[in-house]
């Protein structure tokens, strides 16, 4: 079986950011943030307005672990930064930000996805992907497609101490992919798997209007796990 692991050095370093996430009131924000603050790193939930942020945060975690800022102040302060906004506003955010994330990896993990009366399904997005137009907006950051298909209900559960399902990794900088493979696998139960470069990222944020049907037939929070690879 191949191996999935990244380099020692890589884990130590995922072990020492502090981690920004935009959008960080949401339930996706607020479980990544949970899980990432039980792992041991700083987190600082982001939002438009800072008292919901600060009230986040309070939800899921306590100073100096977990704080709450507006959007711009957790995009400065923190090391490496989550997109976790919702897909409508998703370009006019990062523009606005593209300054404060200068030089730093920004981990897309938005899902271009909408609903009717049949379901849920893919939105076309004209750069590819929400991760690529995130690359198209932010030219001085190194962007990162990972945790599309983790499930919020899942990471905010207490009662779940193995999350058991990998995530999917995708980039075009190896040190980034490597660093965020590092920093998923912080998360009990989870293995962070290089699937590709960002112009393969569009099926993998569609792939979640498929699980979200697996889990509306199903009654579930199913993920995925590839097979044929160490854990």
């Known amino acids: 079986m191949a191996a999935a692991r990244v380099p020692q ?6 072990a020492r950011l502090s981690v920004g996430i935009l959008g960080g009131t949401g339930d996706q924000g607020r479980g990544l943030a949970r899980r ?8 600082i939930i982001g939002s438009r307005d800072a008292a919901r942020a600060v009230a986040a945060a309070a939800s899921v975690g306590s100073p100096p672990l977990v ?6 102040e957790a995009a400065s302060a923190a090391d490496l930064v989550i997109a976790a906004v919702p897909w409508e506003g998703h370009a006019s955010l990062l523009g606005r930000l593209a300054g404060a ?8 993990c938005v899902n271009p996805i909408g609903f009717d009366a049949r379901g849920a399904y893919a939105i076309a997005v004209p750069e590819g992907s ?8 932010l030219g001085g950051s190194t962007v990162v497609g990972a945790f599309h298909h983790v499930s919020a209900t899942l990471l905010l559960d207490p009662d779940v101490t193995d999350l058991n399902q990998d ?21 009990p139960g989870v293995r962070g798997v290089y ?9 993998v944020e569609a792939l979640t ?5 697996v889990n509306r037939r199903y009654k579930a929070h199913a993920g995925l796990r590839i097979t044929d690879i160490e854990p």
Do not use: F, P
């Open 9 to 14: 050095e890589i884990a130590e370093e995922a």
């Open 36 to 43: 990432l603050a039980m792992a041991g790193n700083r987190v």
């Open 67 to 72: 704080t709450g800022a507006e959007n711009g």
């Open 101 to 108: 994330l200068q030089g730093k990896v920004v981990v897309d």
């Open 130 to 137: 929400a991760a690529e137009q995130a690359a198209a907006v």
């Open 167 to 187: 995530v999917l990794v995708l980039g075009d900088d190896r040190h980034a992919t490597d660093l965020v493979q590092a920093l998923a696998e912080r998360m």
């Open 195 to 203: 699937a590709g470069r960002l112009r393969n990222c569009g099926q």
């Open 209 to 213: 209007a498929n699980l979200v049907s």
